[in-house]
C-alpha cells in the first residue's frame, strides 16, 4: 500500500481525503505548518492509519497531494522540491476568488495550479485531481458510497492509472476518470465556481459524474 | 410553445438540438449560411416541426439557440443584433483549438464565447448552455433516454429558469441545472475539451451529470 503524505492537510479538503484513504488502507502523513494543529486534526479525524507532521514530513510519503490555498501554493512546493523529486504529486488546488457576486475563477500566469506545480517541480510527476469533491461529505462519517467521480489529468499515462485507482478506492462507488492533459487543467480547477454556484442555489454539496463511460 | 431558432444549426451539434427540441414540441427554425443546406438538413433530421431557413430567419424565432463555430461568432451574432433584441440568446459554443496532442481551450479576449455574445447583444439576454452534449448522441433517433446534465449560466433568473425547462423537455431523463454567472462561463466552455479526452480514452460520447442535487 502506498503511504500518502496530504500537504496543507489540516483543512476541510485535506482532512476529508485524509479521512477516505485511510479507510481505503493507506497509511497517511498529514502535514501542516503547524505540527501541533496536525497532530491535533489527526486525532479529530479519528480514523486509524493517519499521523500528523510538518508539511517536511508528509512531502518523505511514496506519493503527496497538495491541498493547501493557491496564495503561497508555489513557494511551500518550491521548498519542498528536493523531497519530491521522483514522486509523483497530485495537485488538487483550485485558484478561487470570492466577490460580493460569489466565485470567480482567478487567471494563474501558468496557465493552472497544476501547471505551475509542474514548471515547480521539474522532476517530479505532477497530476490534477480531486479538485470537485465535497469536503463536507468526504468528512461525513455516515456517508459510505459516492456517485461523484474524480478527473484525473496528467502526462504521465503510468501515473495518471496509480491515481486513478487511489480515487476509485477513496471513493467508493465513484470513479477516477482520464480527463485529458495538464493544459486542459484550468477549467477543471476553475469548474469548482461552477459547483459552487450549484451547491448556493440547490442548498446541496455537489459532485462531477461522467456520463456514457464504458 | 416556445419557437427556437438555431444559428448555424446544420452543424452536428445544431441538428441533434433541432431534434430533441423539436421531438419536446417546439417548432424549431433551422438557419443557415445557405438556405438550400439548411432545407436539406431539414429534410435529413426528418422530424416534425423543423423548417429551415437563413440565419436572419432563425433569429426570428422566440428563443435563438447559437451552435456556430468560435471563428465567426461574434461577426454573425452582431450582424443579427437588431433582431435578436429582448430576446433570449442560448450560446453554446466552445472555443477550442486542436494539434497533435488534441483538444485545447483557446483564450477569449471576453472571457468566454458567452461573454462576447454578450457584449455583441447589449440587448438581448444571453445564456450559456448545452456544451456538453455528444451530437452523435442527440442525433440517433434509438436514444430516448439522457444521464447528462446542461449547465445553464446567465444573469437573468427567469431566462436562466426558461432554458433550464427547455433543456430538461429536450433530453427525457437529464436536467438544466444553474451554474452560475455568465463570468464564469469560460471554463463550462473549455470542459468540452476535457469531454473529448475522456471520448478518445474511452472510445464513448461522454457527458457531465451533477451529483447530489435534491
Known amino acids: 500500500m502506498l503511504t500518502i503524505g496530504i500537504l496543507g492537510g489540516t483543512g476541510p479538503q485535506g482532512r476529508g481525503l485524509a479521512r477516505r484513504l485511510a479507510l481505503a488502507g493507506h497509511p497517511v502523513v498529514l502535514g501542516s505548518r503547524s505540527v501541533e494543529r496536525a497532530a491535533g486534526t489527526t486525532a479529530d479525524i479519528g480514523?486509524?492509519?493517519?499521523?500528523?507532521?510538518?508539511?517536511?514530513?508528509?512531502?518523505?510519503?511514496?506519493?503527496?497531494?497538495?491541498?493547501?490555498?493557491?496564495?503561497?501554493?508555489?513557494?511551500?512546493?518550491?521548498?519542498?522540491?528536493?523531497?519530491?523529486?521522483?514522486?509523483?504529486?497530485?495537485?488538487?488546488?483550485?485558484?478561487?476568488?470570492?466577490?460580493?457576486?460569489?466565485?470567480?475563477?482567478?487567471?494563474?500566469?501558468?496557465?493552472?495550479?497544476?501547471?505551475?506545480?509542474?514548471?515547480?517541480?521539474?522532476?517530479?510527476?505532477?497530476?490534477?485531481?480531486?479538485?470537485?469533491?465535497?469536503?463536507?461529505?468526504?468528512?461525513?462519517?455516515?456517508?459510505?458510497?459516492?456517485?461523484?467521480?474524480?478527473?484525473?489529468?496528467?502526462?504521465?499515462?503510468?501515473?495518471?492509472?496509480?491515481?486513478?485507482?487511489?480515487?476509485?478506492?477513496?471513493?467508493p462507488g465513484g470513479r477516477g476518470v482520464y480527463a485529458g492533459r495538464l493544459r486542459n487543467a484550468h477549467q477543471v480547477e476553475a469548474l469548482t465556481a461552477n459547483l459552487i454556484a450549484v451547491n448556493r442555489r440547490y442548498k446541496t454539496h455537489a459532485g462531477v459524474r461522467i456520463t456514457e463511460l464504458p
Chains 1, 2 share one sequence.
Not at 503527496?64 to 521522483?86: C, K, M, R
Not at 466565485?103 to 515547480?120: C, K, L, M, N, T
Not at 469533491?133 to 456517508?143: F, G, K, M, Q, T
Open 47 to 171: 480514523v486509524d492509519g493517519i499521523s500528523g507532521g510538518s508539511n517536511s514530513d508528509a512531502a518523505g510519503a511514496d506519493l503527496v497531494i497538495v491541498t493547501v490555498p493557491y496564495d503561497g501554493h508555489a513557494e511551500l512546493l518550491s521548498s519542498l522540491a528536493e523531497l519530491l523529486v521522483g514522486k509523483i504529486v497530485v495537485d488538487c488546488v483550485n485558484p478561487l476568488g470570492f466577490d460580493s457576486h460569489g466565485p470567480y475563477a482567478i487567471a494563474v500566469p501558468d496557465g493552472s495550479a497544476a501547471q505551475e506545480a509542474q514548471r515547480v517541480l521539474p522532476h517530479s510527476i505532477v497530476i490534477a485531481a480531486f479538485h470537485h469533491l465535497s469536503a463536507v461529505r468526504l468528512e461525513d462519517p455516515r456517508i459510505d458510497r459516492f456517485d461523484e467521480d474524480v478527473l484525473v489529468l496528467g502526462e504521465d499515462r503510468d501515473a495518471v492509472g496509480v491515481v486513478i485507482e487511489l480515487a476509485g478506492a477513496a471513493l
